[in-house]
């Protein structure tokens, strides 16, 4: 299984609402990421963790709250969102070895903001 | 700190044409990886290529070729007798050795990509 999947595909939400994004790989990776995409910008990196534990925050706001349940599973938690936070938000996950690992994609969730 | 450069914003080619992607990195390491990304307009980012700061040797992989020049810290990607299915947004990135996270686990550095479009 060469999948990183991601769920849901689409999500609306108002400025007051609790939601969150689901990553899920099998491919035995021991890091997971979460960037975002906003439209016509390259991926923009908000975390990184390793073997389960946070290991990058790129001063990313606490209305995002990042989980690694286990090795397998990425969530994001989403609360009190700004609509400028609407964006393609895409999960990765890649071997941990020394350096430059290639990393696999899902195909993100598209976040509306309103 | 790292950065890369992708100067060409949108090319539109037709198809059967070679087309060459230019990518020019920052860095200060002289530990440092370089990739290629495709984005189809589904949004899915697909992996092309890593390659290392220590090796400089070009690779080809069917109609894909990739010129690494550490003299010009460039990474260009060429696409001979390019093809419809080609159209996509082309991401080249850089990612370094993270001390902090053990050196294995480290965030991509995106360049800001460009649009091919191949006109059949």
């Known amino acids: 299984d060469t999948e990183v999947t991601q769920t849901p595909k689409h999500l609306v939400m108002g400025m007051t609402n609790k939601k969150s994004l689901k990553c899920e790989q099998h491919m035995g990776h021991r890091a997971m990421y979460w960037y975002k995409q906003k439209a016509k910008k390259p991926p923009e990196l908000m975390f990184v963790?390793?073997?389960?534990?946070?290991?990058i925050n790129e001063s990313v706001p606490s209305r995002f709250s990042p989980e690694c349940p286990n090795s397998s599973l990425l969530n994001l938690h989403l609360h009190a969102l700004q609509p400028e936070d609407s964006a393609l938000y895409l999960c990765?996950?890649?071997?941990?070895?020394?350096?430059?690992?290639?990393?696999?994609f899902g195909p993100g969730t598209r976040l509306t903001v309103l | 700190a790292q950065k890369v450069t992708q100067a060409q914003t949108e090319i539109s080619v037709v198809e059967k044409e070679d087309v060459t992607l230019d990518c020019v990195y920052e860095?200060?390491?002289?530990?440092?990886?370089l990739f290629w990304y495709k984005q189809p307009p589904s949004g899915e980012l697909v992996f092309l290529i890593r390659?290392?700061?220590?090796?400089?040797q070009n690779e080809i992989s069917g109609r894909y070729s990739w010129n690494f020049q550490k003299s010009t810290s460039s990474f260009n990607f060429t696409i001979t007798a390019s093809q419809v299915v080609d159209s996509a947004v082309y991401f080249c990135?850089?990612?370094?050795?993270?001390?902090?996270?053990?050196?294995?686990?480290?965030?991509?550095?995106f360049g800001k990509g460009t649009h091919l479009i191949i006109q059949p």
């Open positions: 990765a996950s890649s071997q941990v070895r020394q350096g430059g690992n290639e990393q696999f």
């Open positions: 990135a850089l990612s370094e050795m993270d001390m902090y996270s053990g050196g294995g686990a480290d965030g991509l550095t």
């Open positions: 390659r290392n700061s220590f090796d400089e």
């Open positions: 860095t200060r390491d002289t530990t440092y990886y």
């Open positions: 963790y390793s073997y389960e534990k946070l290991s």
